[in-house]
Structures are given as structure tokens and as C-alpha cells.
T-cell receptor
Framework: DAKTTQPPSMDCAEGRAANLPCNHS???????VYWYRQIHSQGPQYIIH?????ETNEMASLIITEDRKSSTLILPHATLRDTAVYYC???????????????WGLGTSLAVNP | DGGITQSPKYLFRKEGQNVTLSCEQN?????MYWYRQDPGQGLRLIYY???????QKGDIAEGYSVSREKKESFPLTVTSAQKNPTAFYLC???????????????FGPGTRLTVL
């Protein structure tokens, strides 16, 4: 699985958009980009995933560059409850024998300030 | 409500004692996972199970053991052979993708184990 690079920390003002970048320059053609977040002392929570098209759900938007070497998670109107560590993970398609594990880096610690 | 439960939330044990962490899910998921998280670090995979009565070692399985006798349950035993067992332990599950790429993992609230 490809490695990802994320800034260790970011700040965002409450009500503004939070844009969290992720570099995955060695991503393979069959690898998806997943985003999870972990609020302090809780289990991680799935946010969104994508392959090459931009994706949006009720929590966030995911923008993947055309060459797929980087992506950005966008929280359109950040609230104090969005303060968490955000993990960007790339992972291949499931196939026979694949163990489906996710490789977790250190993530980005996002602080949403009032 | 469907979800994953882990108990207890906090656990204290004396050095040299084995301890078993509980993980139960009612999501009807085939796959279950155990991760360990140390302060300021990402998650590391201990064991995983893709189906009942089958499990595989992850990246840091030494000093741990698991069983998967029921689909809903995947208990983790931290043995005395684990040199540094104090950590935050997370259990997760995911559905069988059936050839699809989508395999969102659902996590429990975690158990914080402290060995004194």
C-alpha cells in the first residue's frame, strides 16, 4: 500500500472551511483514498473515500487531483466538534488473499478555534 | 442500535497478568480487527479475522492472542509476554466487500489498558 504525507497540525476558525491536504505520490491505479478522523480518546470515524472522482457526503468533500498524487479533504463549515486528528489512508481494491488492513500514519491534528 | 462495543473502557492490571479485552459487534460483519495506539501515534494492526474460526497476525502480534468462535465476538488477550502492554486498544469490523473496494471500518470506543 502507498504511503501518505500529511501536515502534523492545522488551525481553522469556526464557521470557515477546513482544507486538509494529503500527498500520496506513489498511489497505484487500484488504490482508493480513505479519510478517517479520531476525536481525542475515541475510536476513529470514517468520513469519506474516493478513487479518482471528487466525492461529497454529508460530512465532507474529497477532491482528488487528476494525477491522483494528492487529495484534499474539505470540511465546508468547521465547528468546534470537528477538532480531531484526521487520517488519510490509501488502500488497494479487495482481492483474494488481501487482508484488507488499513495502514495508518500520524494524521493531521486539526484545531477549530472559536 | 447497530455498532461495536468494547469493555471495559479503562482497565488496570498488574505486570505479569494476562488480561482479555472484549469486542462485540451486531453489524453482521464478517471481518474484525484489533489495533493498538500509543500516545501521538497512528494505529497499528495486532490481529484480524476475515471469517469465523479464522484469524491472521497483523504487524505487532507478539504477546497477543485472539479467538473468533462467533461472528459477533473477537476477544483479545494481552499476555505476560507482551513487553509494553500499556496502550489504547481499538476493535473494528467491516463487511465482506464481495469484490467491491468499499470496506469502511467501524470502530468501537476503545479500551485503555494500564499495566502497573
Amino acid at each position: 500500500d502507498a504511503k501518505t504525507t500529511q501536515p502534523p497540525s492545522m488551525d481553522c476558525a469556526e464557521g470557515r472551511a477546513a482544507n486538509l491536504p494529503c500527498n500520496h505520490s506513489t498511489i497505484s491505479g487500484n488504490e482508493y483514498v480513505y479519510w478517517y478522523r479520531q476525536i481525542h480518546s475515541q475510536g476513529p470515524q470514517y468520513i469519506i473515500h474516493g478513487l479518482k472522482n471528487n466525492e461529497t457526503n454529508e460530512m465532507a468533500s474529497l477532491i482528488i487531483t487528476e494525477d491522483r498524487k494528492s487529495s484534499t479533504l474539505i470540511l465546508p463549515h468547521a465547528t468546534l466538534r470537528d477538532t480531531a486528528v484526521y487520517y488519510c489512508i490509501v488502500r488497494a481494491l479487495y482481492n483474494a488473499g488481501n487482508n484488507r488492513k488499513l495502514i495508518w500514519g500520524l494524521g493531521t491534528s486539526l484545531a477549530v478555534n472559536p | 442500535d447497530g455498532g461495536i462495543t468494547q469493555s471495559p473502557k479503562y482497565l488496570f492490571r498488574k505486570e505479569g497478568q494476562n488480561v482479555t479485552l472484549s469486542c462485540e459487534q451486531n453489524l453482521n460483519h464478517d471481518a474484525m480487527y484489533w489495533y493498538r495506539q500509543d500516545p501521538g501515534q497512528g494505529l497499528r494492526l495486532i490481529y484480524y479475522s476475515q471469517i469465523v474460526n479464522d484469524f491472521q497476525k497483523g504487524d505487532i502480534a507478539e504477546g497477543y492472542s485472539v479467538s473468533r468462535e462467533k461472528k459477533e465476538s473477537f476477544p483479545l488477550t494481552v499476555t505476560s509476554a507482551q513487553k509494553n502492554p500499556t496502550a489504547f486498544y481499538l476493535c473494528a469490523s467491516s463487511s465482506t466487500p464481495g469484490g467491491q473496494a468499499y470496506n469502511e471500518q467501524f470502530f468501537g470506543p476503545g479500551t485503555r489498558l494500564t499495566v502497573l
